[in-house]
């Protein structure tokens, strides 16, 4: 991971964008400003998600990350989590997630789990979303959804 301390920024080079995307569902998918690397598209992409973007090279994506630093894996930030969320897909489940729960609190399904009591949670598997018990693995209750 590159981040500078001293600038509290982060350096989202093609390498790292490469192996945090390699968890989206798609692979070389030419309309994805991320499996094409274009870094200036991809700047542009963070600037509307948030982002303060403070240079920009063929290669490389030069962001402020300052929120909650933490020195371990060479510095981490909670700019640089979220944005691995958004390259790597895992953002738009989570957002999928909380739709999934708000609509089946809307409908009033039970949200306790009829064998060990514990709370259901809205969960994302290959075959897609289900209810999961969250107490697994003691307690291994799933219902499709």
């Given at each position: 991971?590159?981040?500078?301390?001293?600038?509290?920024?982060?350096?989202?080079t093609?390498?790292?964008?490469?192996?945090?995307?390699?968890?989206?569902?798609?692979?070389?998918?030419?309309?994805?400003?991320?499996?094409?690397?274009?870094?200036?598209?991809?700047?542009?992409?963070?600037?509307?998600?948030?982002?303060?973007?403070?240079?920009?090279?063929?290669?490389?994506?030069?962001?402020?990350?300052?929120?909650?630093?933490?020195?371990?894996?060479?510095?981490?930030?909670?700019?640089?989590?979220?944005?691995?969320?958004?390259?790597?897909?895992k953002?738009?489940?989570?957002?999928?997630?909380?739709?999934?729960?708000?609509?089946?609190?809307?409908?009033?399904?039970?949200?306790?789990?009829?064998?060990?009591?514990?709370?259901?949670?809205?969960?994302?598997?290959?075959?897609?979303?289900?209810?999961?018990?969250?107490?697994?693995?003691?307690?291994?209750?799933?219902?499709n959804?």
């Amino acid at each position: 991971m590159t981040y500078i301390k001293k600038e509290k920024a982060f350096n989202l080079t093609a390498t790292k964008l490469k192996h945090w995307h390699h968890y989206a569902k798609h692979i070389n998918n030419p309309d994805c400003i991320f499996c094409t690397c274009d870094m200036y598209k991809i700047a542009e992409f963070l600037k509307e998600q948030g982002f303060e973007v403070l240079d920009v090279g063929h290669a490389w994506v030069k962001i402020k990350a300052e929120k909650n630093y933490k020195p371990f894996h060479g510095g981490t930030t909670d700019e640089i989590n979220l944005l691995f969320n958004i390259i790597s897909g895992k953002k738009a489940v989570q957002d999928q997630v909380k739709i999934k729960t708000e609509e089946l609190r809307k409908n009033n399904e039970p949200m306790i789990c009829p064998q060990c009591g514990k709370t259901l949670k809205v969960r994302n598997g290959p075959y897609g979303f289900f209810l999961g018990c969250t107490g697994y693995p003691k307690c291994r209750y799933t219902k499709n959804i």
